[in-house]
């Protein structure tokens, strides 16, 4: 089994669900977001086009960042998740310099949103999970897929644009629609495998 | 601000891996990005090899260190923000204001990185601007931009400022390199710091900086750094990293840290004390070693280097009492923990760490101010200056309090601090009276890392005296491979044979004794400074190459080769770092350095060790002279000046040099 997801381009409105979604999921640090949506204008008027990209993690099948890692934090979880254990981590940023797609941060200090107030008490319970000093980044949820439930991004997607399943299942909805349609990955020139991909 | 210009590239080929090269005119505020010209590249390699061929080349023995015509050279090598094993050092260079001559120092965390990732690997800083600036690179462009907001912060407050401000969605992609109130106000051996908690100190960079009005350096990039033949690199890097890792499983853990532990009575790390009087520092244990440490740690690394598998940043963190509140990185450090703890007497950690961090925010190189507060408190227990004399200060030795103090003082260049500022050197010229014989430093600079050399390891310390910078060994060998560990020696070695056998197989000698004996040193030191040169112009950390003795000439040539697509072998490794010291030894020859300053503080050779287990032990000027000759002699150089020699420098390929020194009548015979 092999985890991925599929993003219909075609379907997204750039609401910004999956961003906020993920960032409620994970409480994540200020500045700091797991699924990002990049909007860019492209052409001249009066033919300009606007263009949606939400990206994540792509969870390669090759990951440059599990290669770098010096001290294993970077690893292969259950179905080809690719997750980072912060008790093995020590911080050195090898694996932000390796990944082609910037999906990596550093926790470098403890900020909170409201700044000399401190923190809220969710602030309190969700960051702990992402001890400073430490690399984060998106697991697709995993302990939600424990509780059999999708990523807070594809739950929470409004357009129904993204579709989470088994790559290894040519039966599944998400190898059925990279077949029938017109799908692309970032950066495949990397030669990591990405298991996010993109419709047309 | 004025433009920013771009130079086409000439029709020679690009070496890969190399990012352009800036030169920032801060008097005319021109900027100009360009290729890094290929036969620099490959003749000099990076990182210390540029800073040093550039300072030679533009900054003769007639500029003053605080003039424009001084420069700051920052270079990356070229490993520099690859995933190869502790790839993340950049190179200042300068002229240093305390010395005079050569100031050249090393710095890690990410900064450097961040710098590759933009498209840059090395910039020039020329000329001295009218009001303070901050130079600001992103991603292939570089601007100057007007710094009259941050100018008066400490390091800590710029770097804050500058991240919230050039990108609030994410400040921490923005690394900056700062100098604080220190560099600000010209103290002469200022640092600048990068990351908060790196800096590249001992050069004096920071007061240069302060000179030329430049607070700081913000950078950000997002570029990926790629190997020409990315999978023969990625081998390399995992066989280096392995033996690393292997090699810190026998080594103590926490960087060098529990050192400490071994500081007397009985231990093999003997800590000076109160300035080089004595070796005895009572009650140490229980308050200084890395045991008392270990309570305070908070179990995770703070601002470790990029790409480091065996980092030395661990985290501590002060919760109760005066000092609450207080953090430190790298907590275990010895150096730190030698030169507060011992050389000044501070005897408690959390008093210690404050000094650390008050250096960090001022800006301050942390060995310099230390031995400077040292020098005045050995003059202060002699009589020499009163407390009046010292704006009031009870300098006694630890007295906590009085040393903070003081700091402030000499950050801010007030009073009694005013004069401390001007390095223990000058000072003494200022304060007369005989005070002269109490300054601790080599070539001008404050001896560091606290190792006697009348009691302390032999390989060690003529490192110490060979130095080109002065003051420590940081460049040469700042290592254990004098220390016998008999899960990793000789056998584990990545050296020729030839040179193992003349510095390891000494008749007579066990391996355990064989710190203390000269015999052999000359060969040992000479082989590391070659390959710590090598180390810092290639942009990796020393640590693996000497502290754990893991890597060398073959890994270096297989990182190289890969990532540069330049084939080398491990033998020309070794040349380029012979070059490469070389060219840093021709640049003191030229200031006006002799033989005569390859030499210790008086104290050295005149007191012997009053108490401790080691007492009674002194250096001895002739078998010193001894070991020197021997010295000279493998490197080439001329045993009675202690100068370059013309043959030498040129089987090196540094023709030009050997015809310009020879010239100014600085070449030996």
């Known amino acids: ?71 294993a934090a970077s690893h292969y979880a259950e179905h080809g998740i ?65 509780e059999g439930k999708e990523p ?11 579709t989470f399943g088994d790559l ?6 998400i190898s059925r629609l990279i077949r029938e349609r017109t799908s692309f990955t970032l950066h495949p020139e990397a030669g990591t495998g990405p298991n996010v991909h993109y419709l047309e | 601000m004025s433009g920013f210009k771009v130079r086409m590239a000439d029709s020679r080929e690009k070496i890969h891996g190399y990012g352009k090269r800036l030169d920032v005119n801060l008097s005319s505020g021109e900027i100009v990005a360009s290729e890094i010209d290929p036969d620099f590249a490959r003749g000099f390699v990076g990182g210390m090899g540029f800073g040093c061929k550039i300072l030679y080349d533009e900054v003769g023995p007639d500029v003053d260190p605080f003039s424009p015509a001084n420069l700051v050279a920052i270079a990356n090598g070229p490993l520099t923000g690859t995933n190869s094993v502790c790839g993340s050092r950049t190179e200042v260079t300068t002229k240093h204001p305390l010395t005079g001559h050569l100031g050249s120092g090393n710095t890690g965390g990410v900064w450097g990185t961040a710098l590759k990732r933009a498209g840059f690997d090395l910039i020039v800083i020329r000329g001295s601007a009218v009001t303070p600036v901050y130079l600001r690179i992103s991603d292939g462009t570089c601007e100057l931009r007007d710094a009259g907001h941050l100018w008066g912060g400490n390091t800590y407050e710029t770097s804050r400022t500058l991240e919230h401000e050039l990108d609030p969605l994410n ?165 730190v923990v030698l030169d507060w703890g011992g050389k000044c007497g501070i005897n408690s950690l959390p008093a210690i760490w404050k000094c650390k961090q008050l250096c960090q925010q001022f800006g301050l190189d942390y060995a310099s101010a230390a031995g400077v507060v040292a020098f005045a408190m050995e003059l202060f227990q002699r009589e020499i200056i009163s407390k009046k004399d010292a704006d009031g ?81 940081v460049k040469s060998t700042h290592g254990n491979f004098d220390r016998y560990q008999p899960d990793w020696w000789t056998d584990k070695f990545d050296m020729f044979e030839d040179v193992k056998k003349k510095a390891y197989d000494i008749p007579g000698v066990q391996p355990s004794d064989i710190d203390s004996t000269w015999t052999g040193k000359p060969s040992m030191v000479k082989w590391f400074e070659d390959l710590y040169t090598m180390a810092n112009a290639l942009g990796v950390c020393f640590f693996p190459v000497g502290m754990g003795p893991s890597m060398g000439p073959t890994h270096f040539s297989k990182l190289y080769s890969a990532y540069t ?105």
């Open chain 1, 168 to 173: 290894d299942d040519a039966n599944s909805d």
């Open chain 2, 565 to 669: 697509g330049l084939d080398t072998t491990p033998e020309e490794i070794v040349m380029l770092g012979e070059k490469l010291f070389a060219v840093m030894k021709a640049y003191i020859s030229r200031e006006g350095l002799t033989r005569r300053d390859d030499a210790w503080p008086e104290r050295f050779y005149t007191e012997p060790l009053p108490d401790g287990p080691n007492k009674g032990a002194i250096v001895s000027v002739k078998e010193m002279s001894k070991v020197l000759d021997e010295y000279y002699e493998l490197r080439g150089w001329d045993k009675q000046s202690g100068l370059l020699t013309e043959k030498k420098l040129t089987s090196l390929g540094l023709g030009d040099i050997a015809k310009e020194l020879g010239a100014l009548g600085k070449l030996g015979a």
């Open chain 1, 152 to 162: 807070a991004c594809v739950a929470n997607c409004a357009a129904r644009a993204r």
């Open chain 1, 82 to 146: 690719v997750d980072i254990d912060p008790d093995k981590c020590v911080g050195c940023r090898a694996c932000m310099m390796a990944c082609p797609y910037n999906n990596r941060y550093f926790h470098d200090e403890k900020r909170n949103y409201f700044g000399d107030a401190g923190p809220t008490p969710y602030e309190v319970a969700r960051t702990q999970r992402h001890p400073v000093g430490t690399v984060m980044k998106c697991n697709f949820c995993r302990p939600r897929l424990a």
């Open chain 2, 171 to 335: 400040p921490s992609r923005v690394k900056v390199m700062a100098i604080g109130k220190a560099g600000e106000n010209l103290v002469r051996f200022a640092c600048a710091m990068n990351d908060d908690h790196h800096c590249a100190a001992r050069n004096g960079a920071g007061a240069v900086m302060g000179s030329k009005k430049l607070k700081a350096i913000a950078v950000s990039g997002t570029g990926l750094v790629r190997a020409a033949r990315p999978e023969q690199f990625q081998e390399a890097v995992i066989e280096a990293r392995q033996r690393a890792l292997a090699c810190e499983k026998v080594r103590p853990q926490w960087g060098t840290g529990k050192y400490t532990n071994n500081v007397d009575p009985q231990g093999t790390f003997y800590c000076p004390a109160k300035n080089y009087q004595s070796e005895v520092n009572p009650g140490w244990k229980g308050t200084r070693d890395a045991d008392t440490a270990s309570k305070y740690l908070t179990g995770k690394m703070v601002s470790p280097c990029h790409a480091c598998p065996i980092p030395c940043f661990t985290a501590a963190e002060v919760k109760e009492g005066e000092y609450a509140g207080v953090t430190a990185s790298r907590a275990h450090h010895p150096g």
């Open chain 1, 1 to 71: 089994m092999r985890l991925g997801m599929v993003i219909d381009l075609k379907r997204c409105m750039g609401c910004y669900g999956c961003q906020m979604s993920c960032k409620a999921e994970h409480g994540t640090p200020p500045g700091v977001f797991f699924a990002r949506l990049l909007k860019r204008e492209t052409g001249k008027y009066p033919d300009l086009r606007r263009i949606l990209l939400p990206v994540l993690c792509n969870h390669c099948t090759d990951a440059p960042c599990v290669k770098v890692c010096p001290t």
């Open chain 2, 393 to 473: 200060l009870e300098l006694t030795w630890g007295n906590e309090h009085a040393v903070m103090q003081l700091m402030q003082k000499i950050a801010n260049r007030e009073g009694f601090g005013d004069v401390l500022a001007e390095g223990s050197a000058r000072a003494a010229r200022i304060i007369g009276k005989g005070s002269e014989k109490y300054v601790m430093a080599t070539k001008g600079m404050e001896m560091m890392q606290g190792i006697d050399p009348r009691s302390g390891r032999k390989g060690w310390c003529l490192g110490d005296l060979t130095s080109p910078r002065g003051g420590d060994n």
